[in-house]
């Protein structure tokens, strides 16, 4: 089992910077492919961006592509978005993901069904 906890959401105006950040613990071998989802108010939850256990691959989604940057770092269990140029758009609770899996196909890290732990979300807004 892998607990995830996301941090460093909050307001922000249009044009900003936020970076959030989600620490993984318990039996954090399993996180081998960490995402970033996000929903908001009505929507469906969708992915932001993913990235392998290496951090060799990455996907993002078209909206945030060129915008925000997902990292990760092993040795301190903690994968983070860095999301710049923010949009109203944005506004959304973002929620870190965790995949037992160490596969990486395009279509599978999209999905709400390719990852197995869940954090409780942060939320972002995004101020115009």
């Known amino acids: 089992q892998v607990q995830l906890v996301e941090s460093g959401g909050g307001l922000v105006q249009a044009g900003g910077s936020l970076t959030l950040s989600c620490a993984a613990s318990?039996?954090?071998?399993?996180?081998?492919?960490m995402g970033w989802f996000r929903q908001a108010p009505g929507k469906e939850r969708e992915l932001v961006a993913a990235i392998s256990w290496s951090g060799g691959n990455t996907v993002y989604a078209d909206s945030v592509e060129g915008r925000f940057t997902i990292s990760r770092d092993n040795a301190k269990n903690t994968v983070y978005l860095q999301m710049h140029s923010l949009k109203p758009e944005d506004t959304a609770v973002y929620y870190c993901?965790?995949?037992?899996?160490?596969?990486?196909?395009?279509?599978?890290?999209?999905?709400?069904?390719?990852?197995?732990?869940w954090g409780q979300g942060t939320q972002v807004t995004v101020s115009s």
């Open positions: 993901a965790a995949s037992s899996s160490p596969l990486f196909p395009s279509k599978i890290v999209k999905e709400r069904s390719g990852y197995d732990y």
């Open positions: 318990g039996r954090t071998f399993g996180s081998y492919r």
